[in-house]
């Protein structure tokens, strides 16, 4: 599998400000996955980073509120907008291995406050 | 839609053997997943069911009925390492990502 590192591991952010995460692969891979897991929950599924085109939100995510960039085949970030404490998660990025499995990056805290 | 259902809570004791099921709602089926996350750390994937059938990995196994969208992770002899959540999933309509169960915490005591 891929390697995946993510940056930051963690952050603490004052509401109404973005961060930016950013997610890198040590291998080109076709597709990226941006997961969303708020305290004590599931992963949600924000959207799929295709290189070369926009990005496609599930149903709940706004571009607007969740821009993501997908530069090259290595690499793609998450902004989280104008923040609130409802964006207090984890945001983790993933791709496919070749053995039908997502493989996930180690995933950044978020608090916002 | 795409729904999966799955216990929220299992508790056991070390050398148990516990079974964690899941069933699911969705169109265009093309296997079901289960995944562990330890607290704090990230998914990591267990196994994947395409067919009917047990498969077996170690002290794990994971079975798949597609007739009855019905799966189930089985752990033996569990470990207190074992305790993490555990979730099921499957692929989502656009057959490109996946979508996960709620997730069952696992609690293994001594």
């Known amino acids: 599998s891929a390697v995946i590192s993510q940056k930051p591991s963690r952050d603490i952010c004052q509401r109404g400000t973005s961060l930016t995460i950013q997610c890198q692969v040590d291998s080109q891979v076709t597709m990226m996955f941006w997961y969303r897991q708020q305290p004590g929950q599931s992963l949600t599924l924000i959207a799929t980073?295709?290189?070369?085109?926009?990005?496609?939100?599930e149903s709940g995510f706004v571009i607007d509120k969740f821009p993501i960039s997908r530069p090259n085949l290595t690499f793609s970030t998450l902004t989280v907008s104008n923040m609130s404490p409802e964006d207090s998660s984890i945001y983790l990025c993933s791709h496919w291995t070749a053995q039908e499995t997502q493989y996930f990056g180690p995933g950044t805290r978020l608090l916002v406050l | 839609g795409q729904s999966l259902e799955q216990p929220s809570e299992v508790t056991a004791v070390e050398g148990a053997i516990v079974q964690i099921n899941c069933t699911y709602q969705t169109s265009g089926f093309y296997g079901l997943s289960w995944y562990q996350q330890h607290d704090g750390g990230a998914p990591t994937f267990l196994s994947y069911n395409a067919l009917d059938g047990l498969e077996e990995t170690g002290r794990f196994s994971s079975f798949l009925s597609r007739s009855d969208s019905y799966g189930y992770l089985l752990l033996q002899e569990l470990q207190m390492k074992d305790s993490a959540s555990y979730f099921c999933?499957?692929?989502?309509?656009?057959?490109?990502?996946?979508?996960f169960g709620k997730g069952t915490t696992l609690s293994v005591s001594s």
């Open positions: 980073a295709n290189q070369g085109s926009e990005a496609t939100y």
């Open positions: 999933a499957v692929v989502n309509q656009a057959g490109t990502a996946l979508i």
